[in-house]
Structure formats: C-alpha cells, structure tokens
C-alpha cells in the first residue's frame, strides 16, 4: 500500500533563517506531488505541484521554492523565512493519469515563525 | 472559475443527532468531487469521492453524500454523529489540466460534538 510521510512534524524557525521540508512517498511510482499550506482557521492553499523529476510549478507568487530531486520525494524551501510563512504544511500525491483523481495527504509540518 | 463555498463554519450537534454539512461547487463542466476530514493536527483523509453514476455515495465511517446538479451542491451527510467525528471537513472539486489535478478546497466546516 502507499504511504507518504513527512517531516520533521512539527518546526519552529526564527524570521530570516532557512527552511528545508521534505516530503516522500512509498508504494507508488511517476506520482504528481502537491505542496500545501493550510493558515489557522483557514482552508487549503496550493502552492506548488509537480508531474515528474525537476519540474516544478507555482500556483501563488511567494517566498518559497520546491524541488523533485528524485521520483517520490518533494522538498519546500525558503532562503529567508517571513513571519507570514507560518502554517501547516501539506504534502499530497495523485496518480498521474488522464483524469482527475483523489489526492492523498501526508501528516503535515506544523511551522511556528518567531 | 471553479470554486466550492461551505456555508457553515461551525456547525455543533448532539452525539447520536442526525449531521448534514453544506458545500456548493462552480464548475463548468462535469464536476469530480470530493470530501476530506482533518482531525486536530493531522493531514486530510479521504471520506468519500463523486466522479460519475449514482448521485448517492457512500463513504468511509458511516458518511454518505449526494450530489444534486440542479443545485450545484454536494452535500455531506451522517444518520447519527459519534463523539470521534468531530473534525473540520472540507469539500473538493477536481479540475484536470496540463496533466495534473487540482482540487479546489472548500474553506472547511468545523463540527463540535456534545455529549
């Protein structure tokens, strides 16, 4: 069966310091990958996904960045992190297919900017 | 532009009450559909999903929904609410475009549980 996890689960950074989430899926192969950010009290906010090795799209304008190095593993990253870059994040995968499919959601980071 | 609304924010019920949760999609073409729960802290998980057929489905944990095309709505439905369900739970709908999903969220109802 699939599982996904991330980690670490929970983050706590000081404004201006970098930031590393990484995100992998086992069980599955070629899946689409999802990152999102969910802001308390609110609902969810895609902001990158990617169908295959180093391709990556942004859906929102921001201050971070991900990367696919390899087939199941997806990385969010910020050079600079803002106060406003606090949030749980979410990692997602789907099958990559010719048609809309469920997409399955990892644990999540909780991420606390100080 | 798709989106989907979820009127309620918060909803409280009585354990063993009946439960209907509220969302309502636009969407041009024919919609997919999807509802999600998230427990305090945790990732989502998948209740139960619509993409074509029986307007009625049946989900997991005793959860059905039914989607209503006059209404453009997709609502969330149980017969008798236990304590474990109270969660926040949002409704989803699938656009399919330059070979990826994208689901569109809803931003979630909250449901309280008395005892």
């Known amino acids: 069966s699939q599982t996904i996890h991330q980690w670490p689960a929970t983050l706590v950074q000081p404004v201006g310091s970098p930031l590393s989430l990484e995100c992998t899926v086992e069980g599955t192969s070629n899946p689409n990958l999802y990152w999102y950010r969910q802001a308390a009290g609110r609902g969810l906010q895609l902001l990158f996904y990617?169908?295959?090795?180093?391709?990556i799209s942004s859906e929102v304008p921001q201050n971070l960045s991900a990367s696919r190095p390899q087939d199941r593993q997806f990385i969010l990253s910020s050079k600079k992190l803002l106060l406003s870059d606090s949030g749980f994040y979410l990692c997602?995968?789907?099958?990559?297919?010719?048609?809309?499919?469920?997409?399955?959601f990892g644990p999540g980071t909780r991420l606390t900017v100080t | 532009a798709q989106s989907v609304t979820q009127p309620d924010i918060h909803i409280t019920v009585s354990e063993g009450a009946s439960l209907e949760l509220r969302c309502n999609y636009s969407y041009g073409a024919t919609p997919y559909l999807f509802w999600y729960v998230q427990s305090p802290g945790q990732g989502l998980q998948l209740l139960l999903k619509?993409?074509?057929?029986?307007?009625l489905v049946q989900g997991i944990k005793g959860f059905e929904a039914e989607f209503k095309r006059s209404q453009s709505s997709f609502n969330l439905r149980k017969p008798s609410v236990h304590w474990s369900d109270a969660a926040e739970y949002f409704c989803?709908?699938?656009?399919?475009?330059?070979?990826?999903?994208?689901?569109?969220f809803g931003a979630g109802t909250r449901l309280a549980v008395h005892p």
């Open positions: 990617s169908v295959g090795i180093g391709q």
């Open positions: 619509y993409f074509s057929g029986d307007t």
């Open positions: 997602a995968w789907s099958v990559r297919a010719s048609g809309p499919y469920e997409q399955y």
């Open positions: 989803a709908v699938a656009s399919f475009s330059g070979g990826y999903n994208k689901l569109i």
